[in-house]
């Protein structure tokens, strides 16, 4: 089993629609996830980071996690054409290290 | 300049060849990563520098040595490299926190741009 695995994509979504994004993770004891959203082309950017199980919502987007189910995802309100890019989900796992899912593709049709 | 600079930003290099990378962050961070990202894979960690000490060396071949002269630089520096190792090498920095002789990753990291290298 992968350290991180996310849904395999590419996902498809018109534009307005939302788009979910998910992620699961083997390391019980991780504390803290992250998403990255990384446009073709371009290096990883840090959008979204959380902590508690729960919500944590910051514009359009919103992380949820569930430490118990081990799962975390990003969902995106209201998608744009400027969303569409491949998102990272990672996880710490030790000094110095995060670990990284595959990513997934978003593509936002107009 | 801000954030996270690497140069240079394509490199075309043979097999025999000996070149580096640059990275340098201009946060005030006191950890510095790289990364290589291959087409199709997920990224890699290579190595990773906190306080200006390795603290991970990820199995790397040793045509890749890296170097961190101070908290704000790092280089990789690359020799008798293999058509396979070409892909895009990432520097990334972040901010550790610090309790006694511990650093924890926060997971933060901040991206440079890649460095695009393609091996012949």
């Known amino acids: 089993q992968k350290e991180v695995e996310q849904n395999s994509g590419p996902l498809s979504v018109p534009e307005g629609a939302i788009a979910s994004l998910n992620c699961t993770y083997s390391?019980?004891?991780?504390?803290?996830f992250f998403w990255y959203r990384q446009y073709s082309g371009k290096s990883p950017e840090l959008i979204m980071s959380?902590?508690?199980?729960g919500d944590k919502e910051d514009g359009r987007f919103t992380a949820q996690l569930n430490k118990a189910s081990q799962y975390v995802s990003l969902l995106i309100r209201d998608s744009q054409p400027s969303d569409s890019a491949t998102y990272l989900c990672?996880?710490?796992?030790?000094?110095?290290?995060?670990?990284f899912g595959d990513g997934t593709t978003l593509t936002v049709k107009p | 300049e801000t954030g996270v600079t690497q140069t240079p930003r394509h490199l075309v290099m043979g097999m025999t060849n000996k070149k580096s990378l640059k990275c340098e962050q201009h946060?005030?961070?006191?950890?510095m990563y790289w990364y290589k990202q291959s087409a199709k894979k997920p990224l890699e960690l290579m190595f990773v520098?906190?306080?200006?000490?390795?603290?991970e060396n990820n199995s790397v071949p040793s045509r890749f040595s890296p170097e961190c002269p101070n908290s704000s630089h790092l280089f990789l520096h690359l020799h008798t490299l293999q058509p396979e190792d070409s892909a895009l090498y990432l520097c990334?920095?972040?901010?550790?926190?610090?309790?006694?002789?511990?650093?924890?990753?926060?997971?933060?990291?901040?991206f440079g741009e890649g460095s695009r290298l393609t091996v012949l």
């Open positions: 520098y906190s306080l200006e000490e390795r603290v």
């Open positions: 990672a996880v710490p796992s030790g000094a110095g290290k995060s670990t």
């Open positions: 990334a920095s972040s901010q550790d926190l610090i309790a006694g002789h511990r650093t924890t990753n926060t997971g933060e990291l901040f």
């Open positions: 959380i902590y508690s199980n």
């Open positions: 390391d019980r004891v991780s504390q803290s």
């Open positions: 946060l005030g961070h006191n950890a």
